[in-house]
């Protein structure tokens, strides 16, 4: 299985400074015939669903905020929030698709400062 | 609008059966993509379990499968979930959610449902 490995666990930023997960893969998620990366990266609110923000790990999920981008490329990866605002406050979760079993990251906690 | 349903019972007896059906709305079951299962145990992280492509294709997390039936019922746009013996490391929300693309290509989770709490508990 490809293990997912985010850090940190949690962290606190205050508002309209920039927030940055990072997120490792235990090996690379580059399909080397198309050259896309297969990660991904969630929100997930109190109670709510996961949502996708952002996908083949730096394109836009339509209606995304442009606040949001994902970078990086084979095992590295990194989601930032420019400015951060209150409606952010949630857990990220980075999640590769390239191969079976699909794998998520332990997620890392956004809060308020 | 592609809309996801989770239904079943709540509670489960530990050794038993955990039934799940998710009720697809906006879009046929029968048209490509993958339709799969995915759970969160309380306070933790997501874990995939498993996913169907319409056809017969199934495809499971290693760690459930000996455990872990999925299905389809296209004539209902529905699609369900089985997992036996269950004990209380089970007890988790469980979301159904879409992926792939219609031709079977991997894509990420885009369309989820709310999730439901199953609790394994005598």
């Known amino acids: 299985d490809i293990v997912m490995t985010q850090s940190p666990d949690s962290l606190a930023v205050s508002l309209g400074e920039r927030a940055t997960i990072d997120c490792k893969s235990s090996q690379t998620v580059l399909y080397s015939s198309n050259n896309k990366n297969y990660l991904a990266w969630y929100q997930q609110r109190p109670g709510q669903p996961p949502k996708l923000l952002i996908y083949w790990a730096s394109t836009r999920e339509a209606g995304v905020p442009d606040r949001f981008s994902g970078s990086g490329s084979g095992t590295d990866f990194t989601l930032t929030i420019s400015s951060l605002q209150a409606e952010d406050v949630a857990v990220y979760y980075c999640?590769?698709?390239?191969?079976?079993?699909?794998?998520f990251g332990q997620g890392t906690k956004v809060e308020i400062k | 609008q592609v809309q996801l349903q989770e239904s079943g019972p709540g509670l489960v007896n530990p050794s038993e059966t955990l039934s799940l059906t998710c009720a697809v709305s906006?879009?046929?079951?029968?048209?490509?993509?993958?339709w799969g299962w995915i759970r969160q145990a309380p306070g933790k992280g997501l874990e995939w379990i498993g996913s169907?492509?319409?056809?017969?294709?199934?495809y499971s997390n290693p760690s459930l499968k000996s455990r872990l039936t999925i299905s389809e019922d296209t004539s209902k746009n529905q699609f369900s979930l089985k997992l036996s013996s269950v004990t209380a490391a089970d007890t988790a929300v469980y979301y159904c959610a879409r992926h792939g693309d219609i031709s079977g290509n991997y894509y990420p989770f885009d369309y989820w449902g709310q999730g439901t709490l199953v609790t394994v508990s005598s």
């Open positions: 999640q590769q698709y390239y191969t079976t079993p699909w794998t």
């Open positions: 906006g879009y046929s079951i029968s048209n490509g993509y993958f």
């Open positions: 169907l492509y319409h056809g017969g294709s199934t």
